[in-house]
């Protein structure tokens, strides 16, 4: 059987390029499930597997694209019958392995969830790994100990895991404020029901102290560096921060008085490779909270052969709002 896929590839002189082919199944990686794909996720890390930033592909010919949703075509495993509906996110696929950028997938099926009432492939796609991985971070957080009478809560990055976190925070009842560098985007936060947006630039002009007056219940925090660093010093006794993303940097320039004096708590989350329980609890629940209604005017869909360019838009920074893909 034959599908099409957007291929990458690299010259001998080690220029990438990318374009629609024709495959056979008997060229997909190995794995235990094979996945007719409907809708594939576009994100950042998208963008640069396919223009060869960051080193996240190594191997050539690739397929990429780090989500998916679609049907079983065939299983070697007994969890899922064909005609399943399933949705992936990480497990590097897109990077070590092909991912959702084709009609077709082969992967093991540990990396698969079922996808969850209530939710299209459609809407999976919308919401994506950004959506997972802001379920996860509010789990977190309220494993820890918050609740919305705790008080506003600092959601920072107005990108994707940043506006889908505002939104679901909302929904379940807490007061949130955005911090984002892109004013561009803050009638997209407002209409996500972020109770106040501030300025990324001003917030990092205030005066630094070791420690500062307490603001936030709980924090989000999609951009890392500098902006982590400060925001530590303003949560409040007994809060936490869910930690999530390093895009202004790896280095944590802190210092221990907001873990001594005030019990702060640093929760790391990567979605990359949850363990299978805790997606099937966490999709659920996302199925459950987010309102896909209010994401509907910030969706645009794209074929297979427009991806090259939204790679160079995604990474200049111009696309607003979730591209989901239409293989």
């Given at each position: 059987?034959?599908?099409k896929?957007?291929?990458?590839?690299k010259?001998?002189?080690?220029k990438?390029?990318?374009?629609?082919?024709?495959?056979?199944?008997?060229q997909?990686?190995?794995?235990?499930?094979?996945?007719?794909?409907?809708?594939a996720?576009?994100?950042?890390?998208?963008?640069?597997?396919?223009?060869?930033?960051?080193?996240?592909v190594r191997n050539?010919?690739?397929?990429?694209?780090i989500?998916f949703?679609?049907?079983?075509?065939?299983?070697?495993?007994a969890?899922?019958?064909?005609?399943?509906?399933?949705?992936?996110?990480g497990?590097?696929?897109g990077?070590?392995?092909?991912?959702?950028?084709?009609?077709?997938?082969?992967?093991?099926?540990?990396?698969?969830?079922?996808?969850?009432?209530g939710?299209?492939g459609?809407?999976?796609?919308?919401?994506?790994?950004?959506?997972?991985?802001a379920?996860?971070?509010?789990?977190?957080?309220?494993?820890?100990?918050l609740?919305?009478?705790?008080?506003?809560v600092?959601v920072?990055?107005?990108?994707?895991?940043?506006?889908?976190a505002?939104?679901?925070?909302?929904?379940?009842?807490?007061?949130?404020?955005?911090?984002?560098?892109?004013?561009?985007?803050?009638?997209a936060?407002?209409?996500?029901?972020?109770?106040?947006?501030?300025?990324?630039?001003?917030?990092?002009?205030?005066?630094?102290?070791?420690?500062?007056?307490?603001r936030?219940?709980?924090?989000?925090?999609?951009v890392?560096g500098?902006?982590?660093?400060?925001?530590?010093?303003?949560?409040?006794?007994?809060?936490?921060?869910?930690?999530?993303?390093?895009?202004?940097?790896?280095?944590?320039?802190?210092?221990?008085l907001p873990?001594?004096?005030?019990?702060?708590?640093?929760?790391?989350?990567?979605?990359?490779?949850?363990?299978?329980?805790?997606?099937?609890a966490?999709?659920?629940r996302?199925?459950?909270?987010?309102?896909?209604?209010?994401?509907?005017?910030?969706?645009?869909e794209?074929?297979?052969?427009?991806?090259?360019?939204?790679?160079?838009?995604?990474?200049?920074?111009?696309?607003?709002?979730?591209?989901?893909?239409?293989?």
């Amino acid at each position: 059987m034959t599908f099409k896929a957007l291929v990458t590839d690299k010259s001998a002189e080690g220029k990438l390029s990318s374009q629609v082919q024709t495959l056979e199944d008997e060229q997909l990686p190995e794995g235990d499930v094979v996945v007719d794909i409907d809708w594939a996720g576009f994100n950042y890390k998208d963008g640069l597997c396919l223009k060869g930033a960051g080193g996240l592909v190594r191997n050539f010919p690739h397929v990429a694209g780090i989500d998916f949703a679609g049907r079983v075509r065939a299983s070697d495993d007994a969890r899922y019958a064909a005609g399943q509906e399933v949705v992936l996110t990480g497990w590097r696929v897109g990077e070590n392995h092909w991912g959702g950028f084709s009609q077709r997938a082969r992967v093991k099926a540990d990396w698969l969830v079922p996808l969850p009432k209530g939710l299209s492939g459609r809407e999976a796609m919308i919401v994506g790994t950004a959506g997972l991985t802001a379920m996860l971070a509010i789990d977190r957080l309220e494993r820890a100990g918050l609740t919305p009478a705790a008080g506003e809560v600092l959601v920072t990055g107005a990108g994707g895991v940043g506006s889908i976190a505002v939104a679901m925070l909302a929904k379940l009842g807490y007061s949130v404020t955005a911090l984002s560098g892109r004013a561009e985007l803050s009638e997209a936060l407002k209409a996500f029901r972020a109770n106040a947006i501030l300025d990324r630039a001003a917030f990092m002009e205030e005066a630094d102290k070791p420690l500062e007056a307490a603001r936030w219940a709980g924090v989000i925090d999609a951009v890392g560096g500098a902006v982590l660093g400060k925001l530590l010093r303003q949560v409040k006794y007994g809060g936490a921060v869910a930690a999530i993303g390093n895009a202004a940097g790896i280095e944590l320039n802190t210092n221990v008085l907001p873990f001594i004096l005030r019990g702060v708590a640093l929760l790391g989350i990567d979605s990359v490779m949850q363990p299978y329980e805790a997606r099937v609890a966490a999709w659920a629940r996302l199925a459950d909270i987010f309102d896909i209604k209010a994401y509907g005017g910030f969706v645009a869909e794209i074929g297979l052969a427009d991806l090259p360019d939204a790679a160079d838009r995604i990474l200049a920074g111009s696309v607003k709002g979730r591209l989901i893909v239409k293989p």
